[in-house]
């Protein structure tokens, strides 16, 4: 079956420095969203993409859907405190909903 | 507007007890979705619902069973627990199919002994 899979698993970076985590499904998706999920809370949506090779931007935050539509990059530029969390990708693959997979997520660790 | 709530917040069990997790939201949203997450894994869907008084499986149903009497609430239940039910349950709900964006209630830690 489909499988989303992220890599890093875990991330540990100094304040200040880049981060990027990225997501691959083994099928091709329709669109693909991240979520950030702090340490003891629960998953919120950031983005979604839709588009080959879209690029979307919020504020420190960059997202890319790949050309061929079965992979995604978060990239965080000059990461603060407040970036500590878990990153999910979940891809929609088909038009039935229980199509949708969530990866395992990228743990980010923010070293002030 | 309190988005998505879960009952319980916290909840220990026996072995072969029962017991039923609430899920409300007020976004009046059609679609409904129960999720559960366990470390390393990710979120596993269990059951979803596309509207009042249905639902279908998910990735994981085996051991639980759900019901959507009225829109705003998805119920999920465990009929006998097992140790292998310990997890993180996440509720989301969003207004259309097709990957809109899901809204995540606060989560439901169950512990079965």
């Known amino acids: 079956g489909q499988q989303v899979m992220q890599i890093p698993q875990y991330q540990h970076v100094q304040e200040g420095e880049d981060f990027t985590t990225y997501c691959n499904s083994s099928t091709t998706l329709s669109n693909i969203q991240w979520y950030k999920q702090r340490p003891g809370g629960h998953p919120v949506f950031l983005i979604q993409l839709v588009k080959s090779g879209e690029v979307k931007k919020q504020k420190r935050l960059t997202f890319q859907f790949g050309e061929a539509k079965k992979n995604s990059s978060l990239h965080i530029t000059a990461t603060q405190t407040t970036d500590v969390g878990t990153y999910f990708c979940a891809g929609l693959s088909g038009t039935s909903y229980d199509k949708v997979i969530f990866g395992p997520g990228t743990s980010l660790s923010v070293i002030p | 507007n309190a988005g998505v709530t879960q009952t319980p917040k916290f909840r220990v069990l026996k072995t072969g007890q029962s017991m039923t997790l609430l899920c409300a939201q007020d976004m009046n949203h059609e679609y409904m979705y129960w999720y559960r997450q366990d470390p390393g894994m990710g979120l596993r869907l269990i059951h979803y619902?596309?509207?009042?008084?249905?639902?279908a499986k998910g990735e994981v149903p085996d051991g639980y069973n759900v019901s959507r009497l009225k829109k705003q609430n998805f119920l999920l239940g465990l009929e006998s627990a097992a140790p292998s039910q310990t997890s993180v349950y996440f509720c989301a709900s969003s207004y259309f199919e097709d990957g809109e964006t899901q809204y995540f209630g606060p989560g439901t830690r169950l512990l079965v002994l």
């Open positions: 619902s596309v509207g009042e008084g249905t639902t």
